[in-house]
């Protein structure tokens, strides 16, 4: 049983770690579409 616990808990631990890679590039990625925008479109 415990290991079990163990997977599942390292299961969502690399979930939760792939979720923050990908949300914090898609974010730098945002402000970089906006940066350019600003800059060829105004």
Known sequence: ???KLDR????H???YDNFL???T???VA???IVALMA???V
């Open 30 to 32: 945002v402000i970089i």
């Open 21 to 23: 890679k990908y949300t």
């Open 8 to 11: 599942e808990t390292q299961e």
């Open 25 to 27: 590039y898609s974010t």
């Open 39 to 41: 800059i060829f479109l």
């Open 1 to 3: 049983m415990n290991k």
């Open 13 to 15: 631990k690399e979930f």
